[in-house]
């Protein structure tokens, strides 16, 4: 053969046919790999659910933060959501820092969807009072919805995103909301100040879930502040007005509970010296069950009206409300039921026997907020007609976008609008003499200085906080759950047993 005989033409042909296999194979490697490389695209794509919001694998919740307008499936929160949208559209790169406000936004209870729904309202309209304040005080709010999930632990890839967005152009500066006083937010919480990110809880009670606790970790949520008092100062409050209204009470209680459900137990149980013999436990796995076994035991030791303090949740206490005034209940007697403030749940609650309130049991509960609060005779000090007229006036501006039907009597509205100006109120106090964006850092300890004249002036009452970041001697509404539909305001109640001086509580 030409050019280098029948051994070149071997060399070259025995190695060629190993090549064409080993391309072969590269080939099929590469459109395996592209296959699967498409499949996990699709399968992210599939699972994002809005901008910043994902469904995990395995997981069923949209869960993580909007960082554009999503309703997270919910079509009750679907206009304000869309005003926030326009709100945040307005604002210039450069001009704002961003707040979170986080709810389990998915969750499936009617219930707790009515109060994330008004504490959404309440958020949006203290941000539209904010970015419109004639002072024009910079930085302007940007607010974002972050779903904390329903889960044990559907909190935490939520917290790592807002963690980096406080590094990123977002500027987060503070997270508002949380909800309930329960396991998985305490850990939310813990996680959320690790990163050193501040928080203000708007309806969070328990004592656990607070700084200025007795012990070797006084303050284990460093940068946290409340709005709404502690099951302590619930407790006080409403044991200041049964004192007056009651004579030995029995005590219903949950038992093992939860954060919420053990402090006001412990609570009311220390102030009002109630003996253990006048008292009835229930396990909630099986309340309605049990109710109907401590209900009687009620009846036979009823004389005139008795009163009960409930310490459980709003689900629980519905049925012992139907329990004791059903037709297995007590015919002929009167109860006063006392609780705290998840009472508030069943303002709509479609399943509690509203006939019972109306035959033989009232229900009185401390609120965190009710709009009749400061209507008729306010004290001179504490709140004021005056700043709950404010939040009515964002109520009534027809310049501002529509959130939906309103309702106030639950005081969640009251409570978000109060949670979100605390947030500004930090954010605005934090920035630098010349500059436009706080230090992440300075918004925390800002909460020390919210006293004196450095007060906010909430639609709920007077936020005074202490070194701690807890509101000081807050005003107490005692409501009444009517028989028919709303509540109605009875009194206010004070934790010191009388509204705070002037510069609370700077004494």
């Not at 607070?210 to 100062?233: F, H, I």
């Not at 109710?291 to 004389?303: A, D, E, M, R």
């Not at 007590?330 to 006939?355: I, M, W």
Request: net charge neutral; hydrophobic share 35%.
């Amino acid at each position: 053969m030409a050019g280098g005989g029948m051994g070149s033409w071997v060399r070259e042909h025995v190695w060629e046919i190993p090549l064409r296999r080993y391309l072969s194979l590269a080939l099929a490697a590469a459109l395996v790999a592209g296959g699967v490389f498409g499949v996990r695209t699709a399968m992210r794509e599939a699972r994002q659910c809005a901008p910043g919001v994902s469904r995990p694998a395995g997981g069923s919740e949209c869960l993580g933060v909007a960082t554009g307008p999503y309703d997270f499936g919910q079509q009750q929160f679907h206009q304000v959501v869309d005003s926030i949208r326009q709100e945040n559209s307005t604002l210039e790169a450069g001009s704002y820092v961003t707040v979170a406000l986080m709810l389990p936004f998915t969750s499936s209870t009617p219930t707790d969807l009515n109060d994330i729904g008004h504490q959404l309202q309440g958020a949006y309209l203290a941000q539209y009072a904010a970015n419109h304040d004639p002072t024009g005080q910079p930085p302007k709010i940007r607010l974002v919805l972050a779903n904390s999930g329903t889960g044990k632990d559907s909190w935490k890839p939520t917290v790592d995103q807002l963690d980096r967005m406080t590094r990123s152009a977002d500027r987060l500066r503070a997270v508002v909301g949380i909800g309930q006083s329960t396991d998985p937010n305490k850990e939310a919480v813990a996680a959320l100040t690790k990163y050193h990110i501040p928080v203000v809880g708007s309806s969070i009670t328990a004592d656990d879930l607070a700084n200025g606790r007795p012990g070797k970790d006084p303050d284990p949520y460093p940068g946290l502040a409340r709005v709404a008092p502690t099951n302590t100062d619930e407790a006080r409050a409403l044991a200041s007005f049964a004192k007056k209204n009651a004579s030995k009470p029995v005590l219903v209680y949950d038992d093992p509970g939860d954060p919420y459900t053990n402090s006001l137990k412990r609570s009311l149980t220390s102030l009002l010296d109630i003996s253990y013999d006048r008292q009835q436990s229930f396990a909630r796995s099986d309340a309605s069950t049990e109710f109907g076994n401590i209900v009687p035991t009620l009846c036979s030791t009823s004389q005139g009206t008795r009163t009960i303090l409930f310490a459980g949740r709003h689900t629980q206490l519905q049925q012992f409300i139907n329990a004791l005034g059903g037709h297995n209940g007590c015919p002929g007697n009167s109860f006063q039921v006392l609780t705290g403030d998840e009472a508030s749940y069943l303002t709509y609650d479609k399943n509690l026997d509203r006939d019972a309130l109306g035959n033989n049991i009232t229900l009185l509960y401390t609120s965190l907020a009710h709009p009749d609060a400061w209507a008729k005779n306010p004290p001179k000090t504490g709140g004021s007609t005056a700043d709950y007229d404010i939040l009515k006036g964002l109520l009534d501006n027809d310049k501002r976008r529509p959130i939906g039907p309103v309702a106030l009597d639950d005081g969640q509205l009251i409570i978000g609008y109060d949670a979100m100006q605390l947030a500004v109120n930090g954010i605005h106090h934090s920035v630098p003499r010349g500059g436009k964006t706080p230090p992440l850092s300075a918004v925390g300890r800002a909460w020390s200085h919210v006293r004196g004249p450095l007060k906010v002036h909430g639609a709920s009452g007077w936020i005074c906080l202490d070194g701690h970041g807890n509101p000081y001697d807050k005003a107490v509404p005692i409501v009444r759950l009517n028989a028919k539909n709303g509540t109605q305001f009875v009194q206010l109640a004070w934790p010191q047993g009388r509204p705070p001086t002037e510069n609370c509580p700077m004494t």
